[in-house]
């Protein structure tokens, strides 16, 4: 069964960090696109981040430039999101997503809140 499943989430003060981890299943992420999306209420799901199947290319949503970085681990089959100087903008629930050759295929979800 193809699936991916995010962790990693939870609640941290304006200025902290986390890192979210998708393990991926079912199939080798290392041979498609990666991207780590995020949907805030009331707001459209937005694609924060997005890498290459060998992970030498990435870009990012302009909102989290220079803060946060996308990577991928092939011997993990694991993507992560490294997320630093966390702001209350940025609570959201991120999601990772395999690119459309391997389905568009969506994980659960996993809850950041950025509070003081």
């Known amino acids: 069964q193809v699936q991916l499943v995010e962790s990693g989430g939870g609640l941290v003060q304006p200025g902290g960090s986390l890192r979210l981890s998708c393990a991926a299943s079912?199939?080798?992420?290392?041979?498609?696109?990666m991207s780590w999306y995020r949907q805030a209420p009331e707001k459209e799901r937005e694609r924060v981040a997005r890498?290459?199947?060998?992970?030498?290319?990435?870009n990012y949503a302009d909102s989290v430039k220079g803060r946060f970085t996308i990577s991928r681990d092939h011997a993990k089959n694991t993507l992560y999101l490294q997320m630093n100087s966390l702001k209350p903008d940025d609570t959201a629930v991120y999601y990772c997503?395999?690119?459309?050759?391997?389905?568009?295929?969506w994980g659960q979800g996993t809850q950041v809140t950025v509070s003081s």
């Open positions: 079912g199939f080798m992420l290392s041979g498609y696109y």
């Open positions: 890498i290459s199947p060998s992970g030498l290319a990435t």
């Open positions: 997503r395999g690119s459309a050759a391997i389905g568009g295929i």
